[in-house]
């Protein structure tokens, strides 16, 4: 889509970042030891931890990639919500007093307090680190994304800025700077989301719903050789034509424009629908509807096809209570636009279609999780692997867990998780109501699913949209913060010190953390950079199902099996995180972006939970019963 730059948007938006550095360089002061630098010192009060727990939690995955999969999916995106919330319930009354027991400042600390084993220190680092960086990619593509229509940069320059940002806070005052960080933009996004959803309930339900709309063409046609007429004699050259598994899209020119267009043979008849088109010709020019970007010719879309409200087809609805308003969408009948990409005449063609869907469909799974018409049990399968690891992943999150640390209890601990728990499911609720707003209000960028909930900001007023913008960057910020300060310990405290027993002062410990932030955020650039296309909120699925499958076994069942011993933690670490990782590798969703056929991925699962979870807990019961007789001893 094209975007209009807004000073006022670039104002705030500085506003906010100084506001986080200036966070950092004021807490820098007290980052000076080792416990300061990772673990805030333990200080931290337990209601501040909670809603930043809530901060590093409601990621770009939340913002951007949930609020984007409701727009363009409905039920399916919202399943994310459900699972992301539901873990945190085995958070609760299962990880979040025995961790803050057992650790000092990482992960790897609280596996090995039993054992002083120097294969659980290496491998839970290990595992830290790659969880860390599978994270931080969608939270870097995210930002990339963000910049794009709030600063009018291009993508790759907003993932380099978060990223130099971030390696600046990090290594300026490690987790109690990003504590606060994640104090305060976690407050903000849930306030102005609320604000954002009450903006959309009062303003209901309309066929016309923006300024910015764009008003589509249909027109019933005869075709006539190669040439197009409409009814209302309008001529239109046929210049080509598409067709694949029951789709048919025409290329049409008219005034020295090349369109496409979705055609339907309805009762003898020709009907041409206009779809979005993105066309790289053979010389490599990029023309958006036939036009140079800078004619500025593609429109945001996402609108109501017919409204049933109370029985009757109407034009608006007025202000609605959230149960009326999901219920209209139900009764009604909502366009979207679906994707398809294809090769014509040398070029590169990806149209976006119009496709009336009833509310009923939207609102039960379906849309995107295509399991009662699947062709195969492959679809069934990889949906209940994705909600294993969203349940089953929060309380595996290395930089989820290093935040116990950060206060002075397991009382506290507790009592932030609880905080966590309520400031987390008021935010997840609020995720439907954005996502279905986006979805009506001609908010859409066809192009882009992350940018729904900022875009649906937009239609109430360009401050509101700087706000929102400005604060899904600091959200990204402070989570991309987390999970560098889990990184850097995983490296400096973990590796160094304690694997490689390489004696450093407090200061030599702080400034190895600070130097591993500066590799890993400069390698998250990279590779945020790379998957630039995929939906956050999918990208977040996968560092969930590596979690899950790598670092949940050992904690559970060092948690509640006596019998587990330093090698079965140790083996079980590896094979569940190189399980996942070769399943993901081997993926449809990785093999897209090698630029391979999806369909000839070896391995048909984008979600590797289901296999590779139970592989960890079985590995780590075969192994710890074969050496038993070590439990006590050093590796």
């Not at 954002?196 to 209901?204: C, D, W």
């Not at 029951?246 to 979705?262: D, I, P, R």
């Not at 937009?458 to 987390?482: D, E, M, N, Q, R």
């Not at 999918?538 to 899950?548: D, R």
């Amino acid at each position: 889509m094209i975007y209009d730059v807004s000073t006022i948007a670039i104002v705030i938006f500085i506003l906010f970042v100084a506001t986080v550095l200036g966070l950092s360089f004021f807490f820098a002061r007290n980052s000076k030891s080792a416990s300061g630098y990772y673990a805030a010192g333990g200080n931290i009060h337990w209601a501040v931890n909670g809603i930043a727990f809530a901060g590093d939690y409601l990621s770009a995955a939340s913002f951007l990639g949930i609020c984007g999969m409701i727009a363009f999916y409905g039920f399916d995106g919202f399943l994310y919500s459900i699972g992301y919330l539901a873990g945190w319930v085995v958070a609760l009354f299962v990880v979040a007093e025995p961790l803050k027991r057992m650790g000092k400042y990482t992960f790897a600390d609280a596996l090995d307090s039993k054992f002083n084993s120097p294969a659980i220190k290496l491998t839970a680092a290990i595992s830290t680190l790659v969880v860390s960086i599978f994270y931080l990619i969608p939270q870097m593509v995210g930002a990339g994304a963000l910049v794009t229509p709030l600063l009018g940069f291009p993508h790759w320059v907003g993932v380099v800025l978060v990223g130099s940002i971030v390696i600046l806070i990090v290594a300026t005052a490690g987790m109690t700077s990003t504590t606060y960080v994640q104090f305060i933009k976690g407050g903000l996004l849930i306030i102005f989301s609320f604000i954002i959803v009450i903006s959309v309930l009062n303003k209901g339900l309309e066929l016309n719903p923006s300024k910015d709309y764009h008003k589509f063409v249909t027109i019933d046609a005869v075709v006539d050789g190669n040439e197009v007429k409409s009814l209302a004699n309008e001529k239109y050259k046929l210049a080509g034509q598409f067709e694949d598994v029951g789709l048919t899209f025409v290329k049409l020119e008219s005034e020295g424009l090349f369109t496409w267009w979705q055609l339907i043979t309805k009762d003898g008849k020709f009907v041409l629908t206009e779809a979005l088109s993105v066309v790289t010709t053979a010389n490599g020019e990029k023309l958006y509807n036939g036009a140079p970007k800078e004619a500025r010719n593609f429109y945001q879309v996402g609108h109501l096809n017919k409204i049933v409200y109370k029985g009757k087809e109407v034009e608006k609805t007025g202000a609605l209570g959230p149960f009326e308003f999901i219920k209209a969408i139900e009764n009604s009948e909502v366009t979207r636009f679906t994707k398809k990409a294809f090769k014509f005449a040398n070029e590169e063609v990806t149209v976006y279609y119009q496709n009336i869907t009833s509310g009923k469909d939207l609102m039960k799974p379906g849309q995107y999780y295509k399991l009662e018409n699947a062709k195969s049990i492959w679809p069934k399968i990889d949906f209940i692997s994705l909600m294993l690891a969203l349940f089953l992943g929060t309380s595996a999150l290395p930089h989820i867990l290093i935040r116990y640390y950060t206060v002075p209890s397991q009382k506290a601990a507790r009592k932030s998780t609880i905080v966590a728990i309520v400031a987390i499911g008021f935010f997840y609720i609020l995720t439907l109501f954005l996502g279905t707003g986006a979805m009506i209000n001609g908010t859409l960028d066809p192009e882009n699913s992350n940018m729904a909930a900022p875009l649906l900001s937009k239609t109430f007023g360009i401050v509101l949209f700087s706000i929102i913008s400005a604060i899904a960057f600091a959200t990204i910020l402070g989570t991309v913060s987390g999970l560098i300060v889990a990184s850097s310990g995983a490296v400096a405290h973990d590796l160094m010190d304690k694997y490689l027993k390489i004696k450093m002062t407090e200061n030599q410990k702080v400034s190895a953390g600070r130097m591993s932030a500066v590799v890993v955020g400069i390698l998250a650039i990279i590779l945020g950079i790379i998957f630039q296309k995929q939906n956050v909120n999918f990208l977040v699925g996968l560092a969930f199902a590596i979690a899950a499958s790598a670092n949940l076994p050992a904690i559970l069942m060092l948690l509640f099996w006596k019998k587990t011993t330093s090698k079965g933690i140790a083996w079980a670490i590896v094979v569940g995180m190189l399980s996942s990782l070769l399943i993901i590798l081997l993926s449809p969703t990785l093999f897209d972006i090698y630029g391979l056929p999806p369909e000839s991925a070896p391995i048909p699962l984008q979600n590797p939970g289901i296999i590779s979870i139970p592989l960890g807990f079985i590995t780590l019961i075969v192994v710890s019963l074969l050496t038993k007789k070590f439990r006590s001893q050093e590796v």
